[in-house]
Nanobody, 125 residues
Framework: QVQLVESGGGLVQAGGSLRLSCAASGSIFSINAMGWYRQAPGKQRELVVLITSGGSTNYADSVKGRFTISRDNAKNTVYLQMNSLKPEDTAVYYC???????????????????WGQGTQVTVSS
């Protein structure tokens, strides 16, 4: 019923920039928080940043001052502007929609979490 489609990953040199996008589609009434996690090879998935529908953000310390998240509630879309990229930012980046309420009376009162398929970000030194 709900899909998260990510775009914008790729290969960039250290110090460069990339912009990720994630659009949620389907029978959606509302989404509490959207954002990004990442997983590097051999490491656990970690939070990058989340943004609520009201605009509150929660950034990982490692990306503060370099990454900026924004959200278009009308489009159920979230963007991640990544500047001053470092080799340690290399990972698969996963979009997430948390506390999603479906626009279907059969699911009234329930909230769900969804994940995108992931997009690779590689930063070369």
């Amino acid at each position: 019923q709900v899909q998260l489609v990510e775009s914008g990953g790729g290969l960039v040199q250290a110090g460069g920039s990339l912009r990720l996008s994630c659009a949620a589609s389907g029978s959606i009434f509302s989404i509490n928080a959207m954002g990004w996690y990442r997983q590097a090879p051999g490491k656990q998935r970690e939070l990058v940043v989340l943004i609520t529908s009201g605009g509150s953000t929660n950034y990982a310390d490692s990306v503060k001052g370099r990454f900026t998240i924004s959200r278009d509630n009308a489009k159920n879309t979230v963007y991640l502007q990544m500047n001053s990229l470092k080799p340690e930012d290399t990972a698969v980046y996963y979009c997430t929609a948390q506390g999603l309420i479906l626009a279907d009376a059969d699911y009234e009162g329930y909230e769900y979490d969804y994940w995108g398929q992931g997009t690779q970000v590689t930063v070369s030194s």
